[in-house]
């Protein structure tokens, strides 16, 4: 898999966990520090995340690293 397919994979995973547990983008950008509109990109893989940031997503999910990257 090349990175851009990667991004969009995990972009799909967080927009899922996100849905799963009755959120919004607003919810999400709140936790990271960023505006909707840059978890709505990256949700849709394209926008480049940082590791603080999906650690942050994942304990707002309350899930593990590993569990956020199932699929991979």
Request: proline fraction near 1%; hydrophobic fraction near 45%; charge should be negative.
């Amino acid at each position: 898999m090349d990175y851009d397919i990667n991004l969009v994979i995990l972009g799909k995973r967080i927009k899922d966990l996100r849905i799963e547990r009755n959120m919004t983008p607003r919810d999400i950008s709140e936790v990271i520090g960023e505006d909707e509109l840059t978890i709505i990109k990256i949700e849709a893989g394209q926008f480049d995340i940082k590791i603080e940031d999906l650690f942050l997503i994942a304990a707002r999910f309350r899930v593990t690293m590993s569990e956020l990257f199932d699929g991979f």
